[in-house]
């Protein structure tokens, strides 16, 4: 099949068989043309939450998955590709979390998002990239135990003068991949571009940006900026979706290691086989992971996240 008759079954099997489908900004175009939402993975669990379908097929990696069936219980949830993980979820556990709690027994625990939900249920609270600094600087906790990425953690930080951090040197490895250098090399190449970067990226990448925010954070900046150039410090496949959207303007890579391979295994073929009951994975949580990851998002909505 071509690319359109793929789509078009998609489409048709989604409809017939109540299928909602969720992809992330970092999956490819052609899976955004076939989704019901688009976003980053916290947005794309509260869309699946008030979504209508019984049915949540995740386009994207493990834990966002994961997210979706916490706030969706009663919903059937699906992978599209089981292999799709996510490298920074995948650097602690449960138990490590306990173990550091033991070394830091006052600080409030903040998970990021991007951990899984069994480790959730060990938390306080998880943030998003684009709610964190808003809900840590609303905590009444005066010493925080950041997880696990200590580049968005220290990126807070230096926001949060009042309050004492402590980090797990975790990270997103496609993110931390960037440097200085890379900076350089592409001011050199683009001289009149913005820079416009994730806070997952090291501090030498953010401290030299014109923006800093997360992935949708991101695209609304430079949508709705009057500037015609920008580098991208984020996944690579932004860049294409901004030059759809927004085809007067001019998006470069920051450089071309910035590639998520884990969000790159997921394809339309994937997509089309599980909508026609023939790949991906169900996910499934208990009870009590499931209640317990649902309770630190819920203090995350209840400081305003």
């Known amino acids: 099949m071509t690319t359109r008759e793929l ?5 048709r099997l989604k409809k017939e068989k109540d299928i ?3 992809a992330h900004a970092y999956q490819s175009h052609d899976i955004w043309e076939v989704a019901d939402y688009v976003g980053d993975s916290y947005g794309l669990a509260v869309e699946a939450s008030t979504a209508p379908q019984k049915n949540v097929i995740m386009s994207g990696v493990r834990f966002m998955a994961e997210t979706v069936k916490t706030l969706s219980s009663e919903k059937n949830v699906y992978l599209s590709n089981p292999m799709a993980g996510c490298p920074m979820a995948q650097q602690m556990d449960r138990e490590t979390v306990l173990e550091l709690r033991k070394q830091y027994p006052n600080a409030a625990v903040v998970a990021y998002i991007n951990t899984t939900s069994e480790l959730k249920t060990a938390v306080d609270v998880c943030v998003t990239s684009s709610s964190a600094l808003r809900i840590i600087r ?13 580049n968005l953690g220290g990126w807070i930080a230096a926001q949060c003068p009042d309050k004492t951090f402590h980090f797990f040197q975790g990270g997103c490895p496609t993110h931390m991949s960037l ?10 190449a683009h001289p009149n571009a913005l820079l416009l970067v994730h806070p997952e990226c090291l501090a030498e990448v953010t401290a030299q940006a014109d923006y800093v925010g997360s992935t949708t954070g991101i695209m609304k900046f430079a949508k709705e900026s009057d500037a015609k150039e920008f580098i991208i410090g984020t996944e690579q496949s932004i860049v294409q979706h901004l030059q759809f959207d927004c085809p007067e303007k001019q998006f ?12 790159k295994m997921t394809t339309l073929v994937d997509l089309y086989n599980i909508a026609a009951g023939k790949g991906g994975e169900k996910i499934t949580l208990s009870d009590d992971v499931i209640r317990g990851a649902k309770a630190c998002i819920d ?5 305003g996240g």
């Open 299 to 303: 203090r995350m909505i209840a400081l």
């Open 179 to 188: 440097n200085a250098g890379d900076v350089a090399k592409a001011r050199a």
């Open 7 to 11: 789509q078009d079954e998609i489409i």
């Open 252 to 263: 470069y890579s920051i450089s071309p290691k910035c590639v998520c391979h884990n969000m």
């Open 138 to 150: 609303s905590m009444p906790e005066k010493e925080i135990l950041f997880i696990p990425d200590c």
């Open 20 to 22: 909602c489908i969720l």
